[in-house]
């Protein structure tokens, strides 16, 4: 059983088009996030959800829209891709916001030409 | 604002040599969190670090955590190929968790 999985864990696409990636996770947390890997390897945080609430937004473009239907989902919507947006974007829940230990899905790699 | 900076960025190693990551903070931090990512992987959780001065050890891993919880450290002894990764702090304030850059480190046979 999978804790926290992504879909789909790769997208190949073409600029100026619309994705969505979809996280689960069946661990009960009440916190979920997303977090955007480059090339580089730096992690860094987008979007923070506590129980369908938002919580953390990192300064993301307006064109990244996290929807949260409940404690267990959150996805990420991106309209009008860009090349920079080539990335591994990893899902990942923790008991408590910033407290608790990061469970992380194995990632989506978007690709962008 | 926060940052949390993360030495060095890559190491190359032979097998059975130590290894240390070191973690500065710009801020106090409430806790530091470390982090592993196996190449093509995703980040797993290794340990927390709560109290001022602590060390926790984990087989041939020790971390450190500052007496005035800036800076922590991760150290491996006799390192394996099993090794090989990315290894991540990430230090924790309030309810925001900062990630440092991490340290890839390679292992040659």
């Known amino acids: 059983d999978t804790a926290v999985s992504q879909t789909p864990k790769y997208l190949v696409t073409q600029m100026g088009n619309d994705k969505s990636i979809k996280c689960e996770q069946n661990?009960?947390?009440?916190?979920m996030y997303w977090y955007k890997q480059d090339s580089k390897k730096f992690l860094k945080i987008m979007f923070s959800y506590n129980n369908k609430e938002l919580i953390i937004n990192e300064t993301v473009p307006n064109r990244f829209s996290p929807k949260s239907p409940d404690k267990a989902h959150l996805n990420l919507h991106i309209n009008s891709l860009e090349l920079g947006d080539s990335a591994v974007y990893f899902c990942?829940?923790?008991?408590?916001?910033?407290?608790?230990?990061?469970?992380f899905g194995e990632g989506s790699r978007l690709t962008v030409l | 604002g926060q940052q949390v900076m993360q030495i060095p960025q890559y190491q190359h190693v032979q097998e059975g040599e130590d290894f240390t990551t070191y973690c500065n903070s710009s801020?106090?931090?409430?806790?530091i969190q470390w982090y592993k990512q196996r190449p093509g992987g995703h980040p797993v959780f290794l340990i927390q670090l709560v109290k001022s001065g602590e060390v926790k050890k984990q087989k041939r891993l020790t971390f450190q955590f500052g007496e005035a919880k800036k800076n922590s450290s991760l150290h491996i002894t006799a390192t394996q190929t099993t090794d090989v990764g990315t290894y991540f702090c990430?230090?924790?304030?309030?309810?925001?968790?900062?990630f440092g850059k991490g340290t890839r480190l390679h292992i040659l046979p």
């Open positions: 990430a230090g924790i304030r309030g309810d925001k968790i900062i």
């Open positions: 661990l009960g947390h009440d916190t």
């Open positions: 990942a829940s923790s008991v408590q916001g910033g407290t608790g230990e990061l469970f």
């Open positions: 801020t106090t931090l409430s806790n």
